[in-house]
């Protein structure tokens, strides 16, 4: 059985990460080194296998950036990467998290996500770059209550 390890990204992660979003076709281009802190990564040994991240504010956090490497997929990586994170925004005080996502919808829900119209997010959320110009205006917009 192989082993995993999750962990904080630094700023040595970074192009790794771009990297893995952006062969997945995920958003990249606007994370800057400062929100690297927000972020979680999954390893096999040295190498990222996954990442997740988040931007917050207050009570609110829009979910971001949540991608496991093809050839690791449905091992459980991902669901344990999620919950580690939802866990850590219930003990830093988050009430809401947000997503927009075109490809995710119903990993989402079974983790008690609820689609909701795009209008009715948080302003923070809606004036972050993520938004605004990085997802397209069909991505679906998503809530939870944690």
Partial sequence: MKSFTFHTAVIDDKPIILQLLKE???PYEDISDSMLQEYRIAKEK???IGCIGIQRDAE???LRSFCIQNSYRNLGIGKTIY???ENECKSNGIKELYLLTSTAESFFLKRGFLTIDRTNAPEFLKNSSEFQYVCPTSAICMKKII
């Fill in 24 to 26: 997945n076709h995920l």
């Fill in 46 to 48: 040295n190498l990222i």
């Fill in 60 to 62: 609110f956090a829009l």
């Fill in 83 to 85: 919950s580690m994170l």
